[in-house]
């Protein structure tokens, strides 16, 4: 039933984008209507609705999604999700959110920043040599700015007698000069259509970032997740600042992630896999079409259930996320 646009091959995640569709219950199994389609799916063949449209959502399906344990998501045109629905069992334990509070206040959370900033500008210069690879007239540049990158990775060492807060602003240096030498090293070697000068976080009008800046939205959702059903709090971060109705944790925790995104994007780029029409431009702005949302959501499901490697771990992107929180939980619990 393509025309309702969830996705079969990963029964694992549900995307509803369609407008109007319908999620009810019928025979304790979730019942999707659009139009004179319909399917019956079991809950235990689901981890999480993602809904990307506006949708009718009966309560009973939200009580049968919380009872299994099922994550319900709502999320802007950017990826960005707007509104979840959890079971109070990820609320887990107001002892590990003490811990938590006293883990950020100590030096084992410097230890942890530097390694996951590690982590992440290493898949940076994976990326690079990646493009290279594809775009031999890349390969100076792309060597010059690995270069550059790698030398920040040997500045992150340590000294155990700087101040916490001094020993986090300099891994977050280190981190932001890596970004902008990779991103203008990586916005270049693009064929044109998806050349881009600067990196934009906010209504970017260009495809690159309105891309990237959607997979990031998609990603954070899992990560979050994965912190909420550890029981630890998002808002309280070790490296970004706490603010509020900002998950700080998770953006810090999807920090080695955010490479995977973009290798992600630049394959799709290279191999021509990314459809036409996955940009609108209107009044000067950029909006994902909804085959383009379609496209990237596939992408990144893939990716999610494919084996990859980080750092010493060899297991399916989604288990690595996991592993990362679970991580950080143990190291919090050792305070």
Not at 2 to 21: H, S
Not at 144 to 162: D, F, I, M, R
Request: aromatic residues 8%; contains cysteine; positive net charge.
């Amino acid at each position: 039933m393509p025309d309702m646009n969830f996705k079969k091959q990963y029964v694992m995640q549900i995307i509803l984008d369609t407008r109007g569709l319908q999620l009810s219950v019928r025979n304790r199994c979730f019942l999707i209507e659009s139009g004179a389609e319909s399917r019956i799916i079991h809950p235990q063949r689901i981890s999480s609705f993602l809904i990307t449209a506006p949708c009718r959502i009966s309560s009973p399906a939200l009580v049968l999604a919380v009872e299994n344990g099922i994550q319900v998501v709502v999320c802007n045109s950017c990826g960005k999700p707007e509104a979840r629905v959890w079971s109070p069992r990820f609320l887990n334990t107001s002892a590990l959110r003490r811990m938590q509070y006293k883990f950020c206040e100590s030096y084992l959370s410097v230890e942890w920043a530097e390694r996951i900033i590690r982590l992440k500008i290493t898949g940076q210069c994976s990326n690079l040599t990646y493009i290279a690879s594809r775009k031999t007239s890349f390969k100076d540049a792309a060597v010059e700015a690995v270069e550059k990158v790698k030398n920040q990775l040997s500045s992150l060492l340590l000294n155990p007698e700087t101040e916490i807060l001094n020993a986090k602003k300099h891994i977050l240096y280190c981190e932001a000069f890596s970004a902008a030498v990779y991103w203008q090293a990586a916005g270049s070697a693009l064929p044109v259509p998806w050349h881009f000068e600067n990196r934009v976080k906010r209504n970017p009008v260009d495809a690159f970032n309105s891309c990237i800046n959607y997979l990031y939205g998609v990603l954070r959702n899992q990560v979050e997740t994965s912190v909420l059903s550890l029981g630890l709090d998002p808002a309280l971060g070790v490296m970004h600042r706490d603010g509020y109705r900002m998950p700080s944790l998770v953006f810090d925790l999807m920090e080695p992630f955010r490479p995977v995104m973009d290798k992600i994007l630049f394959k799709a780029i290279l191999e021509s896999v990314i459809p036409d029409d996955i940009i609108a431009i209107e009044e000067n702005k950029a909006s994902i079409t909804k085959n383009g949302r379609k496209k990237l959501i596939a992408l990144f499901i893939e990716k999610l259930h494919s084996r990859m490697t980080l750092g010493d771990t060899t297991t399916t992107l989604n288990n690595l996320i996991l592993h990362q929180v679970k991580y950080l939980t143990e190291q919090i619990r050792n305070t």
